[in-house]
């Protein structure tokens, strides 16, 4: 074990103990698919050989900082928006939160992957298999060579090894006059072009929460559209005992985390959820540490 991780234990292993032995037994079984039970309940199906399957197969979470600020912030009368779904995993966390889900993934292999994992799952999640974009048509998916590494480096307009024509939407077409309470995006490089798709509903202020990711210094493209609809912006900060919002040229770099920001029109809603101590999202719907 690296001396870093003996200084800074992560809090999947410190406050959810049994996931040690279940990181012990993974480690002993071959490659292929592995089925990891989440902290909330829910059973999902990884690829324990790429990034994302792999750090759940170890932790049994994925990206926990963002995992808590989205515990917590979610409410049970919101629609949430899942955009780049992968396999599911915000997906499912969100189907044990909202009110309703509604995820999109538009690579077919990792569609045919979310919809299984879904029918597992018994919240109000629908699949949507169309590309959140500018507005509705068609368009090339890219897949890069680093895609069996990474499942989430697929995006449309890439150049990769492989590509596939498949639909678009845009999101103000998908929700109509509906409020979102959360929206989470990653669509490797293409937010801004979504984000375009969707935007009546933030210039008429009716998305709440907005977690993104971005890899490059703010402010980007994004950060400013969203500023500019009257978003406050946070970076996500990870401590042993809780998450903290912190400004977002503070954000918490790491070596396995993407860089994840929050966009709140709410920011003293989201200081006073996320203020707390502890992990809320790794005791799950049980309400006590697994």
């Known amino acids: 074990m690296r001396a870093r991780s003996l200084l800074n234990p ?5 406050w959810r103990p049994r996931q040690i032995g279940r990181r012990l037994a993974a480690s002993r079984r071959g490659p292929g698919r592995e089925l990891v039970v989440l902290p909330w309940g829910d059973e999902i199906v990884v690829d324990p050989g790429e990034s994302v399957g792999s750090g759940i197969a170890r ?4 990206e926990l900082r963002v995992s808590e600020a989205m515990w917590r912030l979610t409410e049970r009368s919101d629609l949430a928006l899942d955009v780049g779904a992968n396999i599911g995993y915000y997906t499912s966390l969100l189907g044990r939160r ?4 509604i995820a999109f993934e538009p690579h077919p292999v990792l569609l045919a992957r979310l919809r299984a994992n879904v029918a ?3 919240g109000p999640i629908e699949v949507e298999g169309r590309a959140a974009s500018s507005a509705s048509g068609q368009a090339e998916l890219g897949e890069p060579e680093a895609f069996a590494a990474n499942t989430g480096t697929a995006g449309l307009g890439l150049a990769g090894a492989r590509s596939f024509t498949v639909e678009t939407v845009a999101l103000d077409e998908v929700v109509d006059a509906a409020a979102v309470g959360v929206l989470k995006i990653d669509v490797e490089g293409h937010e801004l072009a979504a984000l375009d798709g969707f935007d009546t509903a933030l210039r008429e202020g009716r998305v709440r929460d907005v977690f993104f990711e971005e890899h490059e210094p703010l402010p980007t493209p994004v950060s400013s559209r969203l500023a500019g609809h009257g978003y406050t912006l946070f970076a996500l900060r990870q401590r042993l005992d809780r998450v903290t919002l912190a400004p977002p040229e503070r954000l918490q770099r790491s070596d396995w985390d993407a860089p994840t920001y929050l966009a709140t029109r709410d920011p003293e809603r989201a200081r006073r959820l996320v203020r707390g101590f502890g992990w809320s999202c790794l005791r799950g719907r049980g309400g006590e540490a697994a």
């Open 120 to 122: 597992r799952w018994p």
């Open 59 to 62: 932790l049994g979470v994925h």
């Open 10 to 14: 992560n809090p999947a292993y410190v």
């Open 98 to 101: 909202a009110g309703r889900v």
